[in-house]
C-alpha cells in the first residue's frame, strides 16, 4: 500500500432543501458575489429566481454564458477581470461541471496581477483563489469535491486541467432535485463520465481490497441509478445515489493507497474535446472499452476478471480471457442501453486527425507511466478502434 497525505477541506450540504442554507452559507463569506451560471438552464428551471430572492441583501454581479468545455479567452478572462473590478469577496457557481470548473479558474486569475494562464499552465504558482461556493445542478464531474479544473483554450487546442489545493470549492450544495431536470443525454454521458472516474482509479498496479470494493460499490451504483433516472427522470433516490457517486469521482478518496494510474482515457478524451468540443462523459464511454481491448493482456487479466465478475455481474466462465472479455463487452453494452454514441463518426470525429490528436495526447499526457503505458502508436490504435 502506497503511503498518502490527503485532505479534502470542501463541506458538502446534500439533500433536498439545502439551498435554503444558502444565505448562511455566503455571509461566511463577505458581501459581494460573483454569481456565474451557464447557458441558460438555471433561468428554465427557476432555480435563478429562488438564487436571485435568497440572496436579495447581498450585492450580485454576473458572469452568465458560461460555454460547456468551459473557454479561456471567453469566460476565464472576463470573469477573473470582473472579480478585480467589482472587488468580489465570494464566487458562487450555480450550473454542472463547466460552471464550477470556470469559476475556480477565475477565483484563482481574480488574485493573481498576470495572465490568469500562468497560472491554468502552473507557469507562475497559485498562491490564492477567491472563496467558491457551488450550487450544482448536474451529477458528472465530481468538481464539488475536488481540486481540479479543466479548461479549453480553442486556439491551440488545449483542454487543460490545472489542479491546485487553493481551488476546492469552500462549500457545494448537492440538492438532487435541481438534476431532475438534466437531459437524458447528458444525463447518460454524466454517468458515463463518473463510471470512468472510477474505472480510472480501479484499473491500477496496487490496490486495495477497501479500495476495489468502494470502486465496485460505485460503478455498480452509477449504473443501477443510472437506468433508473433514464426512466423516471424525477426519481429522488436514484438521483441522490448518482449524485453521490458522482462527488467521490476525483477527488482522490477512491484511490487512497494505491499505485498511480494515470487516467489514460481522459488524457485521450481531452485530445477529443479540445479537438472536436464533444461532450466529456460521450468521448468517455467511446474511449473506455476500446482502451480495454487494448490493454487486456496476460498480466492485467486478473483485474479484468474482477472487473467483469463483481461489477458487470459477467458468471465466471472456464477461461479467464473469455471471462474478461465478456465484462468489456457487458460495458459496451450498458452504454448502448444509456443511449450514448459509441462510435467517434458518430460525434463528427473521422480519421483526419487522428494521428494529430494522439501526438498532442503523447505530448501533453505522461502516458508512458500509466497503469498500462501508452505510447502515441498505441493512441492512435485506440483511436482508430473507436471510429
Ligand atoms: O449551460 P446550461 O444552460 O446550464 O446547460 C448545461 C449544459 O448545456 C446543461 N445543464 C446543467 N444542469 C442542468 C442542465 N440542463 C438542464 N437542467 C439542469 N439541471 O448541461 C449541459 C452540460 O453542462 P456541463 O457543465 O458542461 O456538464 P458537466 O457537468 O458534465 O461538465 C463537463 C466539464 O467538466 C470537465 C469536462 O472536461 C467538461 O469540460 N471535467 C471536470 C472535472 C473536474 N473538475 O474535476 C473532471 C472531469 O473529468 C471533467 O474533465
Ligand atoms: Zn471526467
Known sequence: MQNFDYQTPTRLIFGEGSIEKLPEVMAAFGRRILLAYGGGSIKK???????RDLLKDFEIHELSGIEPNPKYT?????????????HIDVILAVGGGSV???SKAIAAGAMYDGEPWDLISYKVPTKAALPIVDVMTMAATGSEYDS?????RTETNDKVGYVDPHLFPAVSILDPV???TVSLRQTAAGVADAMNHTIEQYFAEDTTLLNDAICEGNLRSLMVNGRIALEHPDDYKARAEIMQCCAYGCNGILAL????????CHGMEHALSAYYDIT???GLAILTPRWMEHILNEHTLPRFVSFAVRVMGVAPMDDDMETAKAGIHALYDFFVSMGLPMHLREVGIDESRLEEMAHHVAEGWPLDQAYVPLTEKD?????????
Open 45 to 51: 428551471t427557476g432555480l435563478y429566481d429562488k438564487v
Open 74 to 86: 471567453g469566460s476565464v478572462v472576463p470573469g477573473a477581470a470582473l472579480c478585480k473590478e467589482k
Open 100 to 102: 464550477l470548473d470556470c
Open 148 to 152: 481540479g479544473c479543466v479548461i479549453s
Open 178 to 180: 435541481h438534476t431532475f
Open 257 to 264: 493507497g494505491n499505485s498511480r494510474s494515470g487516467w489514460p
Open 280 to 282: 466529456h462523459g460521450v
Open 379 to 387: 493512441i492512435l490504435a485506440i483511436f482508430r478502434a473507436s471510429l
